[in-house]
Structures are given as C-alpha cells and as structure tokens.
C-alpha cells in the first residue's frame, strides 16, 4: 500500500538532505518519481542541502495540480512510482490533499518534508493539513542545537540579529551568510525569552 509521510523538523535538522537520499534510494532501484520544492535557499526549481548537495526539482506554485501534473506524465507514457516533495509547508492545504489523492488513488508513495510550525510557532497551513492526512508523521531524529547547546525545537527569524515575533509568515531568508532577514533555531526557553545568538550567545574570546 502507498503511504503519505510527512518528515518534519525543525531547520538545521536534515531534511532537505533526506529529501535527496529518498530520492536516490528509490530511482537507484529502477522505481520513478518526481521531485518538487519551493522557496528553496538554492533558488527556484531546485533543492539543496546545507551539506552541499543539490539536485533539479520542480517547483510548487500556488497554481501546481499534481493530479494534473501526473496525468500530464501519464499520457506522455512516463510511470510515476513516488514523490518527493521538499518544502512542503510551503504548499496550499488543496495541494496536500491532492497528494493524499495521489496515494489514495493511484497508488503512488508521497513522501513530503517540512518544518511545521513558522517563527511566531503557529502551524504552516500545509504543515497543518499534513499533520491531518498523513499516513505517519516522522520526526527527524538528527537535533539541531539551539546556541546554548540545548536541542533547538523552535524557528526563530531575526532582522539584524535581533528575534522578531511579527511580519509576513513567509519571508524567504540566508541563515549562512550575514542579511538583514534571517532564521536560527533556538530552544523553547530562549525562543521565548527572544535571545538569539548574536546578542546572548558564547563570545569565543
């Protein structure tokens, strides 16, 4: 039976790294999928890891029908075994369910990756309805680690190092290079107390 999974984390924990060993996992065993990102740090139709590795993906925009996507590859007598689908909260709550479609209906695994929840700690709606309609929800066993060495459970955005609580929930940020907007991980104590690592974390001097 096809499942729906959804692999979720907090940044930092491997995902996107998963996402493309899934991928290899199952194409190097003759099985074909399609891959889909969005707002990747990499750019458009792309997904990469921090560790460096990146593959071409499609990108998930607000009009992407993956029923039609797969019956677009289907009547040009491609196969679709599974999908990976990277950034996941990103997605439309319709788009999620056409997902469950794809598995219900078609038989096909899904398998999706994604934080759930944004800086403010409210839930992606497409985080929301994954949580709804997965087969199984798998939590990413690789810990991020907040600045005090904690294991970091909350995303937190920062405009000049300095944690902001309001704004748009999807601002497409660097969290390796110095900008304006940025995303560090944090425990739930220091999220709360809104103490970054460019104001409170160890000074190495």
């Given amino acids: 039976m096809a499942e729906l999974v959804f692999f979720t984390g907090t940044m930092d924990s491997g995902k ?6 899934t991928n290899h996992n199952h194409s190097a065993r003759g099985r074909r999928g399609l ?25 998930v925009e607000s009009h992407t029908d993956f029923i039609a996507v797969l019956a677009q590859e289907l009547r040009e007598g491609r196969r679709v075994d599974y999908v990976v689908c990277d950034e996941a909260q990103f997605y439309a709550p319709e788009q999620i369910e056409q997902l469950a479609i794809l598995v219900d209906e078609f038989d096909i695994d899904v398998y999706a990756f994604g934080i ?8 992606f709606p ?62 739930r104590r220091h999220h709360m107390r809104r103490e970054t690592a ?7 001097f």
């Avoid at 560790?51 to 993906?57: V, Y």
């Avoid at 759930?116 to 839930?123: E, P, W």
């Avoid at 798998?138 to 995303?155: F, M, S």
Wanted: hydrophobic content about 40%; aromatic content about 4%.
């Fill in 35 to 59: 891959v889909f990102t969005q707002h990747d740090r990499a750019g458009a139709a792309r997904i990469s890891s921090r560790l460096g590795l990146e593959k071409d993906a499609r990108e």
């Fill in 116 to 123: 759930t929840a944004d800086f403010r700690t409210r839930l």
């Fill in 198 to 204: 460019h104001q409170f974390g160890p000074r190495l």
């Fill in 126 to 187: 497409g985080s929301a309805r994954l949580l709804e309609l997965a087969d199984r929800t798998e939590i990413l066993q690789v810990p991020a680690l907040c600045w005090c060495g904690a294991r970091a459970t909350h995303n937190a955005r920062t405009i000049n190092g300095e944690m902001v609580v309001e704004g748009a929930q999807v601002v497409i940020g660097d969290t390796e290079k110095e900008a304006e907007v940025a995303y560090e991980v944090l425990c």
């Fill in 16 to 21: 996107s790294t998963l996402a493309l060993q």
